[in-house]
């Protein structure tokens, strides 16, 4: 079956640090992939998205590149700040209305 | 606009009781979804809405719980005999149809079963 893995947390960073968050999944078809993240007290919200392969998703400072051949959808920033603190949700959905998640992945960023 | 909203926002109830939990998809989006977040796990799909049909119940996860959606709007999870297990965050997105489009998260339900 479909399925999205994505590493541990928490991720500690200093600010400034460029950040990576790996997403691999594994789907038949062609899904569109997402990236969620839910602040702190917050409700989840969508950060990204890519929908076919060699798409780029990229939103406040973010990206994400829709890798077939790897079957991966690796988060990046450039240079973190304390205020990306949250947790981030990979996510799949495929021919079906279905998101199918990722466990998420808590980062914490350090002054 | 209005995004997705749901009620209450915590719910502490004892377990045996039943529960309902309210979802507002944003307006003028016919698909509804519920998921459950449960402590230190990812999301669980529950039920989807296309209008106030629900194409796929598959996700529940008894027969306590149950879903309905009115006017094409509004949806109601109801959990009856509520266990502890239960205990977890009740999310609800809506988006503007059931596929290729983006789901909108409301800010979930915490639920707290003692």
């Known amino acids: 079956g479909n399925s999205v893995t994505q590493m541990e947390g928490p991720v500690t960073l200093s600010e400034e640090a460029f950040l990576t968050i790996n997403c691999t999944y594994t789907a038949t078809g062609y899904p569109s992939l997402f990236w969620y993240v839910q602040y702190p007290g917050e409700g989840l919200q969508l950060l990204l998205k890519?929908?076919?392969a060699d798409d780029k998703g990229s939103n406040k400072g973010f990206e994400a590149t829709y890798r077939k051949e790897t079957t991966s959808f690796h988060l990046e920033k450039g240079s973190v700040q304390v205020s990306d603190s949250a947790v981030y949700f990979c996510?799949?959905?495929?021919?079906?209305?279905?998101?199918?998640w990722g466990a998420g992945t808590k980062l914490i960023i350090k002054p | 606009g209005a995004g997705v909203s749901q009620s209450p926002s915590n719910k502490v109830t004892e377990k045996g009781k039943d529960v309902e939990l309210r979802c507002d998809p944003i307006?003028?989006?016919?698909?509804l979804y519920w998921y459950r977040q449960s402590l230190g796990q990812g999301l669980e799909f529950l039920i989807y809405f296309q209008g106030n049909s629900a194409p796929d119940k598959s996700g529940l996860p008894s027969d306590r719980f149950s879903a309905e959606r009115t006017g094409g709007s509004v949806s109601t999870l109801t959990i009856q005999r509520t266990q502890q297990e239960d205990s977890a965050v009740y999310l609800c997105?809506?988006?503007?149809?059931?596929?290729?489009?983006?789901?909108?998260f409301g800010p979930g339900t915490r639920l707290l079963v003692l």
């Open positions: 307006s003028g989006h016919t698909a």
């Open positions: 996510a799949l959905r495929d021919s079906n209305y279905q998101l199918i």
């Open positions: 997105a809506s988006s503007l149809a059931g596929y290729g489009e983006t789901q909108y």
């Open positions: 890519a929908t076919k």
